[in-house]
T-cell receptor, first 112, second 115 residues
Framework: GEDVEQSLFLSVREGDSSVINCTYTDSSSTYLYWYKQEPGAGLQLLTYIFSNMDMKQDQRLTVLLNKKDKHLSLRIADTQTGDSAIYFCAETRPSGNTPLVFGKGTRLSVIA | NAGVMQNPRHLVRRRGQEARLRCSPMKGHSHVYWYRQLPEEGLKFMVYLQKENIIDESGMPKERFSAEFPKEGPSILRIQQVVRGDSAAYFC?????????????FGSGTQLSVL
């Protein structure tokens, strides 16, 4: 398909780990991104991974990339209430001019 | 260094009116991208502009929508004769050189409501 796919909702308890999954479409994508959108705000770049990597860790965030399955995941350790937001997966598509193609976003709700 | 600035934050228009959305990119950035976010949807690419040039407008509706990025001043997304279906959040992003692998920096968006 043409779309970047994400599950729409995820609910976790404060202190647990959250795992947000994404499947993308273009095997030639060179960068894959995770953006965070808090209510009423724009998109904040959280982290990104280059396609020749399979893992990237940045403090509480771990990104895993499975190129064979075109699967990307974002793990948030020790999830806090401030992590409640919508998380967007995005891919570059070198074959076109469109800089980033986004999924529909996963709404993460953190229960205290 | 101010981020990407969009104004207004909220814009209310009646059907048939015109909407003008403004975007000032980050300092030093000459590439601007407009995205639209419909309720419960992801961001859909609309148009990519460099100073005084439209690079890619493949995501723009063919009628009523236009965009510009003049040599001086902000980028403008203009929607003529708005309809209810135009109600959405419109986000602008900028990058320094327009390379496909560059990170995009987003503004806070303009929420357009059409009554």
């Amino acid at each position: 398909g043409e779309d970047v796919e994400q599950s729409l909702f995820l609910s976790v308890r404060e202190g647990d780990s959250s795992v947000i999954n994404c499947t993308y479409t273009d095997s030639s994508s060179t960068y894959l991104y995770w953006y965070k959108q808090e209510p009423g705000a724009g998109l904040q770049l959280l982290t990104y991974i280059f396609s020749n990597m399979d893992m990237k860790q940045d403090q509480r965030l771990t990104v895993l990339l499975n190129k064979k399955d075109k699967h990307l995941s974002l793990r948030i350790a020790d999830t806090q209430t401030g992590d409640s937001a919508i998380y967007f997966c995005a891919e570059t598509r070198p074959s076109g001019n469109t800089p980033l193609v986004f999924g529909k976003g996963t709404r993460l709700s953190v229960i205290a | 260094n101010a981020g990407v600035m969009q104004n207004p934050r909220h814009l209310v228009r009646r059907r048939g009116q015109e909407a003008r959305l403004r975007c000032s990119p980050m300092k030093g950035h000459s590439h601007v991208y407009w995205y639209r976010q419909l309720p419960e949807e992801g961001l859909k690419f609309m148009v990519y502009l460099q100073k005084e040039n439209i690079i890619d407008e493949s995501g723009m509706p063919k009628e009523r929508f236009s965009a510009e990025f003049p040599k001086e001043g902000p980028s403008i997304l203009r929607i003529q004769q708005v309809v209810r279906g135009d109600s959405a959040a419109y986000f602008c992003a900028s990058s320094p050189q327009g390379a496909l692998n560059e990170k995009l920096f987003f503004g806070s968006g303009t929420q357009l409501s059409v009554l």
